[in-house]
Structures are given as C-alpha cells and as structure tokens.
C-alpha cells in the first residue's frame, strides 16, 4: 500500500507515505486509476480513526481498505471490493458489497485537515460505527 502526504511519522498505515507506489505520473490527476495508495487519520479529538486502501491491480482504481479505531466505539474491519471514482475536486471510495454487515465510504483530496471516513451498517435506521472528519490524507500516485 502507499501514499504521498499528510499521515504523521508515527502512522499506524503500513506505508503512511506511499514509499511502494511508482509515481511515474502517467495518469492524470483527476483520473481514479492514477491513485496507487491512500492513507488517512483522523484530525478530530472525537475520533482516532485511520483507514488505508491499496490498489487491487495497477491501474485499476480498485482497492482494498482496513480501517481501525478505538474511541469512541472500537472497531478493525476489512473491505476487499472498493472503487474509486471522481466526485468534483474530491475522490470517494465506496465498497457496498464486500462485508456482509457494514459499508465503506472514503471521501477525500487527499489533503490534511478535510475528507470524511464512513463505516456504516446496511441495515436502515442504525448508525454506524464510524463517521470521523476531518482527515489528514496522504495519495499515492501510480
């Protein structure tokens, strides 16, 4: 997994700068498919959420996503199925499929102090486990 800015020197990302990925910028910016690692922490007090995604294949704009916190309700889960795309100035990563009981959503630049993380239930009526925002957020590039 990778990434290229805003995750602090003690992040709990395995490759919080995105030391893995290429950087060869043979995509386009705004382009998902240009994104090879993304890692974000929280920037609020009320939540110690992280998440780190990796692209599945090079290219592809699709990930895998872990996310963990422990206050204020403790939580690691894993996503295998997320995809990228492009909403405005902001990316968003969703995966509605891959876990049975929750749903991920990623919405970020990829800047410090903006974005939002979502871990949430698929039932109707029931919040979920983790909305946390702002992010300091770090991306990768292929």
């Not at 974000?40 to 592809?60: I, P």
């Not at 995809?83 to 100035?89: K, L, M, Q």
């Amino acid at each position: 997994m990778s990434i290229v800015a805003g995750c602090s020197s003690d992040s709990p990302c395995q490759d919080p700068k995105g030391a893995s990925c290429a950087q060869t910028n043979g995509y386009p910016t705004d382009d998902p498919r240009s994104i090879c690692h993304v890692c974000c922490e929280s920037n609020s007090s009320r939540s110690d959420v992280w998440t780190e995604l990796g692209q599945t294949d090079l290219a592809s704009g699709r990930f895998t996503a872990v996310v963990s916190q422990t206050r204020p309700i403790r939580i690691t889960s894993s996503f295998a199925a997320v995809e990228a795309s492009r909403t405005g100035e902001f990316f968003t990563f969703d995966d509605p499929t891959s876990n049975p009981i929750v749903r991920y959503h990623l919405f970020t630049r990829g800047q410090p102090d903006e974005g939002n993380v979502q871990v949430y239930f698929l039932a109707p009526g029931r919040d979920g486990p983790v909305s946390a925002a702002p992010l300091n957020c770090v991306i990768a590039r292929n």
